[in-house]
């Protein structure tokens, strides 16, 4: 048995010291983000509207939250921007520490399911199909109202989308069809298009589990005669749109990716991956195919069973806050829902945002969508399997 | 003495098992006892009759065997003459050479199957060269498909054949091929007839461990196959995480525990010194 | 010597499957595009300065950091004995108690962890921390059994028994005289034993909620959401950390041979 020789450690543990340290370091200092970069130029602002901070809380309110975890099931899109304008500032106003889970609609709503009656997350972010599923399941309650002091603030589309409070509207989207203008020719105007045989291979679909992934169907099914209610065409159609697709996204950062590669020229989108999109300087044109634009709001909702349900309205309450809202256009990360909130027209155009976009967002019934949702998701899951 | 003795063995088996036993014996006994559950608590096999059906289970069980195979082959064809060359280096370079080949069963298994992305990727390595070459003008898909995994899963588990041939190598003595040598056969026949035949029992060893480490490794068909290229493990993943069926989860833990542990028996029993 | 000729090709195509691909990783973590390309364009840091202050990064390598500490020193605890046990006693039941001990390494990583996530954290409510810590320590225990035997061979039992035959308890004797003996052995151990737990994925998988996830977990996380060379430096730091690790061990305690 050879001696251990301990110098040969040395080098090892001043590596790990330093390595610890720097963490350290980074986790108190976390190097201080730019700025938004359109903050400086603000548009036409309401003087009326009183938009500051809610109530003040009574001090002794506050130290009982000091301390606390909550727990928020979230999507993964963009944390870094919703670290900066929605994480730390709660947190520190608070005292709160935010974990989160994160992954995407359907996912995370199985998580749910296997923790029912026993829940590890609080609050929970669900595009507006899965707040009706996960209230059939019985996986959310009903927030209440006289704790989310902005509530007033918001459109009142927005207060309570679901029905019985389940739910708060703290986002809008819209669903539009982005496409390459370098490669594509003619243009797209429908969803028809993305059956075309000149475009075998660099069509994409978002996953039947996401966000829009019901809305694709009635909107194909709208493109091939059917509609809201008569989706019969879209099956028949599906199989030769699914022969063009390069291949289907289950998150908006993979459509990212796959525009930016060149995999990709006719790409269904959501609105808060516009930024993104541009970012990839690629030659995209967004348009309104003919069979209009599909919105679906972003909700919050509280988790049955929570034990920090003063907490999750806390967080309920400040993310549908001014300046939450509109840090978060600003930096594109989400449409508001917040009246209150002034965009400058550069922002705006990126945005599902102002009355004459707003007025001509078709709503589905989310509803009856998470009624079939269960049969939709086999004969899609059918189709694309091939 | 010998009475001391035994009465510390219980004393010193005694924590270790309650750790195995409560917390690794008997969730799996669970699962088990899980998988032959039907309605109403009685036996049955319903839940792997119904599963094995599944031409889904049934192409990924096939799969997963297929790349088990694969991987083993291909690492016993790379590693024999390079564990020959290692096995007859002088002592200092040898110690340095082994270190290298155990670095990637120590790194940091994200880490080292995101070099694979840089690799196969669209604008990595190889599509970017051949097209540099003017070989292809649009990339290649290569990542997502079978033969990443297979790539991967080689890079991860040819150590372990190495390690095994090897120590089988260092213990034939170099005065036999030099007999041989001297009565004139070639080298390539005296390797063939002396140290294949004298490491066999390395190859036994290694080609367990590479079959059953390829079976059952998750993190390399996750990254490099995605949810098109499933192996068991990834279907395990999935069954569990995204669809939370229950049934099917324990039918694969089932199967996969099943295969692993019988071949680690039978290697013992064929083998009864694992050094 | 077309022979050799041959032999030495082989040994390099080994070595260049086996840790070309590291290098690959170095080089596309200085590149300053926002997308991981190859070849890398450009030279940056910041992929480097982005590792240190993305927070998921941070809290979850503590919780490797932790959980590898604490598996391990408890695997060592439970293991040295059985080890003990089984070269230094002779019982019946001796090759059911190695099967045993050995299995945890040979049953799927990813198995241990569903029937974790299932018994204990679903039906048990036990806390995610504490399955980690338990699926940990359990899959380190096979490491711990066999390197400390390795070890244990290798010490001449007669040394032992002389200390007793002069008075000593076997359990003084076993600390006094045994355990400095088998030192390197125990450190090997400990370090395998660490590495293991560090970079384990199948184990830690399932039993991940809610701000707790390793770092491996955690990487996989990210590489969901995220597409820029973040992940290439993070890799790079870990690596160039595990061939110190490994040199090291390899030069003080011969590690290869307990892998």
Request: glycine fraction near 6%; charge should be positive.
């Amino acid at each position: 048995m050879k001696r251990v020789n301990l110098y040969f450690f040395l080098p090892l543990f001043i590596v790990m010291t330093i390595t610890g340290g720097l963490a350290f370091a980074g986790g108190s200092k976390e190097a201080p983000k730019a700025e938004p970069k359109v903050e400086s130029k603000p548009g036409p602002s309401i003087p009326a509207q009183p938009t500051t901070q809610p109530q003040p809380q009574t001090q002794p309110e506050i130290q009982s939250y000091r301390g606390r975890t909550l727990s928020v099931s979230t999507w993964g899109f963009n944390m870094d921007l919703i670290n900066k304008n929605l994480t730390k500032p709660f947190e520190e106003k608070y005292g709160v520490k935010i974990v989160y889970e994160t992954g995407n609609n359907a996912d995370r709503l199985t998580k749910l399911k296997a923790r029912k009656g026993n829940p590890n997350v609080d609050v929970v972010h669900f595009a507006g199909n899965y707040i009706y599923l996960a209230m059939k399941e019985g996986l959310i309650e009903p927030y209440d109202p006289a704790k989310i002091s902005n509530l007033k603030d918001l459109y009142d589309w927005a207060k309570d989308p679901a029905g019985n409070r389940y739910g708060i509207g703290y986002a809008i989207s819209t669903y539009a069809v982005a496409y390459r203008t370098d490669k594509v020719n003619p243009p797209i105007t429908s969803w028809a298009d993305l059956a075309r045989p000149d475009l075998k291979g660099y069509v994409t679909l978002p996953d039947i589990s996401t966000t829009f992934g019901p809305a694709t169907v009635v909107l194909i099914a709208k493109a091939f005669g059917g509609s809201e209610d008569n989706v019969e065409p879209a099956w028949q159609n599906l199989p030769t749109i699914a022969k063009n697709l390069v291949t289907v996204y289950r998150r908006s950062s993979e459509l990212i990716t796959l525009v930016q590669q060149g995999e990709v020229w006719v790409a269904p989108y959501t609105s808060f991956s516009w930024g993104n999109l541009l970012e990839t300087k690629v030659p995209l044109k967004s348009i309104v195919p003919k069979e209009g634009t599909v919105g679906s709001q972003s909700m919050v909702a509280l988790v049955k069973g929570t034990k920090n349900a003063d907490l999750a309205h806390l967080y309920m309450d400040f993310i549908l806050s001014h300046e939450v809202q509109k840090a978060q256009a600003l930096d594109l990360v989400d449409s508001p829902t917040n009246k209150t909130v002034q965009v400058p027209p550069e922002i705006a155009e990126k945005l599902a945002y102002g009355p004459e976009k707003l007025g001509n967002i078709i709503f589905l019934d989310e509803a009856k969508l998470a009624q079939v949702q269960e049969a939709w998701v086999k004969r899609w899951q059918q189709i694309m399997a091939k | 003495m010998e009475l001391s003795r035994r009465r510390t063995l219980p004393l010193l088996l005694l924590p270790g098992t309650l750790c195995v036993g409560g917390f690794f014996v008997l969730p799996l006994a669970f699962i088990l006892r899980e998988s032959f559950l039907g309605e109403g608590g009685r036996m049955t096999l319903s839940l792997y009759v119904q599963y094995i059906q599944d031409p889904k289970f049934y192409r990924v069980f096939l799969r997963t065997l297929k790349f088990g195979l694969l991987v083993t082959l291909l690492s016993a064809l790379i590693s024999y003459p390079a564990s020959y060359a290692i096995a007859r280096t002088e002592r200092g370079k040898k110690s340095i050479l082994m270190s290298i080949v155990i670095l990637p069963l120590m790194t940091s298994p994200v880490a080292r199957t995101y070099a694979w992305i840089v690799i196969l990727g669209r604008f990595g390595l190889i599509n970017q060269t051949a097209r540099a070459l003017g070989v292809i003008q649009e990339p290649l898909r290569l990542l997502y498909t079978e033969g990443a995994v297979v790539v991967g899963l080689l890079q991860l588990f040819l150590p372990l054949m190495v390690l095994n041939l090897v120590s089988a190598m260092e213990n034939i003595p170099p005065e036999i091929e030099e007999a041989a040598q001297s009565l004139g056969a070639p080298r390539w026949v005296s390797f063939l007839k002396i140290i294949v035949p004298l490491s066999a029992d390395g190859l036994v060893m290694g080609s367990v461990l590479v079959f059953t480490g390829s079976i059952t490794a998750y993190v390399t068909p996750a990254i490099l196959g995605g949810t098109k290229v499933l192996t068991l493990a990834t279907l395990l993943q999935q069954e569990t995480v995204v669809f939370m069926n229950w049934g099917n989860a324990t039918v694969i833990s089932v199967v996969m525990t099943g295969m692993a542990l019988l071949l680690y028996l039978l290697l013992r029993k064929t083998r009864p010194k694992i050094s | 010597m077309k022979e050799s000729r041959f032999l030495l090709f082989s040994l390099v195509f080994l070595y260049v499957f086996l840790i070309g691909p590291f290098f690959l990783i170095f080089l596309t973590s200085f590149g300053s595009e926002s997308i991981m390309t190859f070849p890398p364009k450009g030279f940056s840091l910041r992929w480097f300065a982005k590792v240190f202050t993305v927070r998921m990064f941070l809290d979850s390598f503590w919780i490797s950091l932790w959980i590898g500490i604490l598996s391990t020193l408890t695997a060592l605890i439970l293991g040295v004995p059985v080890a003990y046990a089984l070269v230094r006693h002779s019982f019946p039941a001796k090759g059911v108690v190695e099967v045993v001990f050995s299995s945890p390494a040979v049953v799927p990583g990813i198995v241990i962890g569903f029937a974790l996530l299932r018994f204990f954290i679903l039906m048990g409510n036990f806390p995610l921390v504490t399955g980690l810590f338990l699926g940990h320590t359990v899959i380190l225990l096979p490491y711990t059994v066999r390197v400390v035997s390795a070890a244990l061979r290798n010490f001449d039992p007669s040394v032992e028994e002389a200390a007793v035959s002069l008075g000593a308890s076997p359990f003084r004797a076993f600390f006094l005289v045994v355990l400095p003996n088998i030192r390197a052995g125990v450190i090997a151990a400990f370090i395998l034993a660490f590495i293991t737990s560090f970079n384990n994925v199948p184990i830690s998988l399932l039993l991940t909620g809610p701000g707790i996830a390793t770092l491996p977990i955690q990487m996989l996380i990210y590489m969901e959401y995220y597409f820029d060379p973040t992940i290439a430096a993070l890799s790079t730091l870990l690596i160039l950390l595990t061939i110190l690790i490994v040199q090291g061990a390899e030069k003080a305690l011969g590690i290869s041979q307990y892998v």
